[in-house]
């Protein structure tokens, strides 16, 4: 089992910046990626930012490309996703995610076992 924590999230005006942190119990053997993802109230729940652990190469979602910035720590047990020019489209409960066992699938919301509670970020105009 891997349990996920997420924090930092809060409200903000359009331009400002937040940082988000996971920390992860533990990762299991398999688990390739960590990725943030996010759901707005009557939308579903995408992709942000990948990581693959092994090198820490990262990928993005167009719409938030050159604003987002995933990150790890040096002892791989907490993800960061800095959120700078944020727009009030950004609004939405963000997630971090666990498990997904391939580079190719860092970015995809089914192929992600384990899931934290969520932290709710909002950008008023």
Known sequence: Q?????????????????????VASAYTSSSACVGWFRQAPGKEREAVAGLYRATGSTFYADSVKGRFTISQDNTD????????????????????????????WCLLVSEYTYWGQGTQVTVSS
Do not use: N, W
């Open 77 to 104: 047990t907490t993800v960061f996703l800095q959120m700078d020019s944020l727009k009030p489209e950004d609004t939405a409960m963000y997630y971090c995610a666990a498990d997904s066992t391939h580079r190719e």
């Open 2 to 22: 891997v349990h996920l924590v997420e924090s930092g999230g809060g409200s903000v005006q359009a331009g400002g910046s937040l940082r988000l942190s996971c």
